[in-house]
C-alpha cells in the first residue's frame, strides 16, 4: 500500500503568518505524510519546490511565503518570479506544486493586520491540502 506524501516550503520571513499555512494544511491533511522545509526567504522556494519534485518522493509540492511590501517596489516582482518558478517547477517536473505566496496589496505592522493574515494563512493553507489532494486524485484517474 502506497502513502500519499507531500513537501511543504514555508519561508521564514514572516513565519508568525507563513507558519498559520502549515497549520491549515495540517488540519485538512494531517501530519503523516507531511515533510517541512524551511527557506530563508520567497525566492529560494522555486529551486527547492524543483527538487524536491524531481525526488521523485512526493505526490505534491507545496510552497508557502507572504511578500509585503517593504517600501522599495519590489514585492510584486519577487511574487509574481516565484509564482512563475512554482509553474516552472510544476511543468518541467510533471509533479503537482501549489503555492500559498502571498503578497497583500495594503499591509501594516499593526497586530490587527497580522492577526488577519495569519487566519487567512490557515484558510489558504486547507486550500493547498484540499488542491493537493484534488488534483493527485484527477491525475490518478487520467492515468487510469
Known amino acids: 500500500m502506497t502513502h500519499t506524501r507531500y513537501a511543504f516550503i514555508k519561508a521564514n520571513w514572516h513565519a508568525d503568518i507563513v507558519d498559520r499555512a502549515l497549520d491549515g494544511f495540517r488540519a485538512e491533511i494531517g501530519d ?4 517541512v522545509f524551511d527557506v530563508p ?7 527547492l519546490a524543483r527538487d524536491l519534485a524531481r525526488s521523485g518522493r512526493y505526490d505534491a509540492v507545496i510552497g508557502a511565503a507572504f511578500v509585503v511590501d ?3 517596489y519590489r514585492h510584486d516582482f519577487v511574487a509574481a518570479t516565484v509564482v512563475d518558478g512554482l509553474m516552472r517547477a510544476q511543468m518541467d517536473t510533471e509533479v503537482p506544486v501549489l503555492s500559498v505566496v502571498l503578497t497583500p496589496h495594503n499591509y ?31 491525475r490518478h484517474r487520467v492515468a487510469a
Request: hydrophobic share 45%; proline share 2%.
Open 41 to 47: 526567504g520567497a525566492f529560494e522556494i522555486p529551486l
Open 70 to 72: 517593504g517600501g522599495i
Open 108 to 138: 501594516q505592522e499593526t497586530e490587527a493586520h497580522r492577526a488577519f493574515f495569519r487566519e487567512h494563512f490557515v484558510l489558504k493553507g486547507r486550500e493547498a491540502a484540499m488542491a493537493a489532494h484534488a488534483i493527485g486524485g484527477t
Open 32 to 35: 503523516a505524510g507531511v515533510d
